[in-house]
Structures are given as C-alpha cells and as structure tokens.
C-alpha cells in the first residue's frame, strides 16, 4: 500500500507560485449531478463483444459490489470475457502508479491482445 504522502504526490502538482493544486480537474464531479441518466448504460454495456477489464477500488462508494457481480452475469461477463481487479485500500479510482496495480493491466492487454 502507498504512503498518503506518495498519494499526494501523485495527484498534485506545484503551481509557479508554490501553491499547491489538483493533478486533475476538479470539475468532473459535476457529471455525477448535471447528467443524471448517462449512467443507466446496461444496454451498451450488454453488446460489448471484447475482453472487458473491470478495475475497482475495494472502498468505492461508486461501483459497488452489486454492480461488479451484475457486470459478470451479462454482457461480456456472461461470455466469460469479464476479468475484475480489485484493488484493496483504494477509494474508486486506483491511481496506477504501483507495478502491483499496473502488471495485470499489463497482463491482461497481452492476452487481449492475442
């Protein structure tokens, strides 16, 4: 597990000044509120017909248990193309800059790839 300290190292970034600001934007929590119905996707998510990699942080309050087993009950889950990382002390997004997080990426590019 990483430090809080190489977390923040990670997804911050000192402006010319020396204040200190978010390495993303911190507006993308507005599509959660202004697009209410962009995220009932289950028919798009249904013909996806290629190896589809689920990652999910084991503490996201986003895609929750429920939601990674109904993923593998339908669509490219049901076809058996369905592979889910679960990565353990992280909120909903990983932040992929670990060789434990990004090898089974990796791997899994590889076999996608094949």
Do not use: K
């Amino acid at each position: 597990m990483r430090s809080g300290a190489a977390l923040t190292e990670s997804s911050t970034r000192r402006l010319l000044d020396g204040r200190v600001t978010p390495h993303y934007d911190p507006a993308i929590v507005r599509q959660f509120s202004a697009h209410d119905n962009d995220y009932l996707i289950w028919p798009h998510y249904d013909v996806i017909d290629v190896p589809v990699l689920c990652l999910r942080g084991a503490e996201s309050d986003l895609v929750l248990p429920g939601v990674v087993e109904e993923m593998q009950r339908r669509g490219p889950g049901a076809a058996g193309q369905l592979q889910v990382l679960e990565i353990q002390g992280c909120g909903h997004a990983p932040a992929l800059n670990v060789p434990e997080q990004l090898e089974p990426i990796e791997g899994f590019i590889r076999a996608a790839s094949r």
